[in-house]
Nanobody
């Protein structure tokens, strides 16, 4: 069974940085397409970033392009989301997701089969 657990969320000031981690068990990360989504109170879940199984291709939502970076460490079976230049509107619960499909650039939450419980990120002064 594939399980995902996020960590690294917290409170940060505007302009600051955070790195989220998502440890995956039950399947090698190199066999998975992985992604990050976020959901703020009263809003729909929003696509943030996704990476191909090899990690060579990465895609980002428009609101985070140039500020966030998705990466993966096959040895640690972990996917990361480096978030820089954070803004108050980045405040959300962030979710890690994964799927075994061969397709890439998956930007809909229905594309993913496995989800973590989420980690809260709050950007505030």
């Amino acid at each position: 069974q594939v399980q995902l657990v996020e960590s690294g969320g917290g409170l940060v000031q505007p302009g600051g940085s955070l790195r989220l981690s998502c440890v995956i068990s039950g399947r090698a990360i190199s066999d998975l397409v992985t992604g990050w989504f976020r959901q703020a109170p009263g809003k729909e879940r929003e696509f943030v970033a996704t990476s191909t199984r090899s990690g060579t291709m990465k895609f980002y939502g428009e609101s985070v392009k140039g500020r966030f970076t998705i990466s993966k460490d096959n040895a640690q079976n972990t996917v990361y989301l480096q978030m820089n230049s954070l803004k108050p509107e980045d405040t959300s619960v962030y979710y890690c997701a994964a799927t075994e499909t061969i397709y890439t650039n998956l930007q809909f939450d229905s594309d993913y089969d496995y989800w973590g419980p989420g980690t809260q990120v709050t950007v505030s002064s």
